[in-house]
């Protein structure tokens, strides 16, 4: 036989004699189900493993429960400021750059003649007021009216009585025609004039003079009016970001002049979450952290009722005081808001572990100085440092060295404090 067959037959032999001895074994297999109180009591017998693992106590602190957010800032109110009048540019007051408040003059145009029509219309008052005066004095009871009209009809009766003794020497002969005609003329002539007077309308006289009065009193507004449009102020308490025109230019009415911005407050607008827009409510406080610009608290002033379309995030608008002037609009930003006050502990990212359902969780010791493993929620993160909920005060968690133990072992641990955790 060749050789290589004969090596097959005795490898063939061997492995068939080492099936049947295990057949025929006289050893019982092992059962596969322990009893607990036995498998207990053999896992507490298996010595401790020499690692000596760092941990920490629970002591719970009050934390902020924050809801975080990036954002970019804007000012207050931002308005282009308008020129009422047409005119050449006299003077510019109003330096760029700069604080301003509400009322200063920033602009001033030239008056031309408005200053003259003025005066000219409050003298052209004067007499309007005089002849309104006159008229109500003349229809008083006292006035020169009711001596006209008494006058008149005390001239009327005596015109009268002279026509009636004239009749009566006609009639005699003593007289003649012509003489009675003229005295019937001279009654006709008496009764017109007392008519006339009777038929003055004291509404009509004193209305009309009054009207006149009012009209003056309308044209001395107007230009009173357009001389205040010389001085163009600013609306409000602002900075005057830009001013558009210069000294000796003409420009019409209607033209942006100057830019105020309202940067004593800043607005940071940030997008929040839909899940998480129900959290927030206005006058909640914020910190704000502007890139180049520190770390600023606001609060939240403003939530809108829309979300955006393509982001289906609402945006919040936290006010920051901003009297100072360092800040601008258009720097980027970082929010975190504060909705709530929770129990939370101080512990490094390190020492957090995720579960196969995403859950975050710690390693602790429990009753038994085994190794357990607790769900925990986390609060806030601060650079190396996180803060997390869900442990009550005095559990032991396991800091540095516990990712080599598992749940269910006996533990050898030190209690550290702060960084010695690390």
């Known amino acids: 036989m060749r050789r290589s067959y004969l090596w097959a037959l005795l490898i063939a032999v061997g492995v068939v004699g080492w099936m049947a001895s295990g057949m025929f074994s006289s050893e019982a297999p092992q059962t596969a189900n322990v009893d607990e109180a036995k498998a207990e009591e053999a896992d507490n017998d298996k010595p401790v493993k020499q690692l000596t693992v760092k941990a920490m106590t629970v002591e719970n602190e009050k934390t902020a429960l924050q809801v975080r957010a990036s954002g970019v800032t804007r000012t207050s109110f931002d308005l282009e400021i308008m020129n009422r009048r047409q005119d050449f540019v006299r003077n510019i007051r109003g330096k760029e750059a700069s604080w301003v408040k509400k009322g200063d003059v920033i ?98 006289e004193i209305s009309a003079s009054y009207a006149s009065l009012k009209a003056v009193d309308a044209r001395i507004a107007s230009l009173q009016e357009q001389l205040s449009f010389t001085s163009i102020t600013a609306p409000q ?32 607008d940030a997008p929040i979450p839909q899940s998480n827009v129900n959290d927030v409510t206005v006058g909640d406080m914020a910190e704000v952290e502007i890139i180049g610009g520190g770390v600023h608290s606001g609060r939240v002033s403003k939530i809108s009722t829309i979300a955006n379309e393509a982001t289906r995030t609402f945006t919040v608008e936290i006010s920051l005081n901003n009297n100072d002037g360092n800040l601008r609009a258009g720097m980027s930003a970082e929010a975190n808001v504060t909705i709530n006050m929770v129990d939370a502990f101080q ?7 995720v579960d196969e359902d995403g859950q975050l969780t710690v390693k602790i010791v429990d009753e038994n100085q085994k190794v357990a493993i607790a769900p925990v929620e986390l609060v806030s993160t601060n650079g190396n440092t996180a803060f ?35």
Do not use: C, M
């Not at 512990?347 to 572990?353: C, M």
């Not at 396991?398 to 690390?422: H, M």
């Open 347 to 353: 512990i490094s990212p390190a020492h957090l572990n």
């Open 388 to 422: 997390i909920s869900g442990l009550a005060d005095e559990t032991i968690v396991l800091a540095a060295g516990q990712a080599f133990l598992s749940a269910g072992e006996r533990v050898k641990y030190e209690i550290v404090a702060g960084e010695g955790a690390r």
């Open 107 to 204: 602009i001033e145009l030239s008056k031309g003649t408005l200053e003259a029509d003025l005066a000219a219309a409050r003298a052209e008052r004067q007499a309007a007021n005089a002849a309104y005066n006159d008229a109500k004095k003349r229809f008083s009871s006292d006035g020169t009216l009711a001596a006209q009209l008494n006058a008149a009809e005390a001239e009327l009766a005596a015109i009268k009585a002279t026509y009636d003794s004239t009749v009566k020497l006609v009639e005699r002969g003593l007289a003649t025609e012509l003489a009675l005609s003229n005295q019937r003329a001279q009654v006709k002539a008496a009764e017109t004039r007392l008519f006339e007077l009777q038929s003055l309308s004291q509404e009509k």
């Open 237 to 268: 308490d602002g900075w005057l970001e830009a001013v558009h025109v210069e000294v000796g230019e003409y420009i019409g009415a209607n033209n942006a002049v100057a830019r105020l911005l309202g940067l004593q407050e800043i607005i940071l």
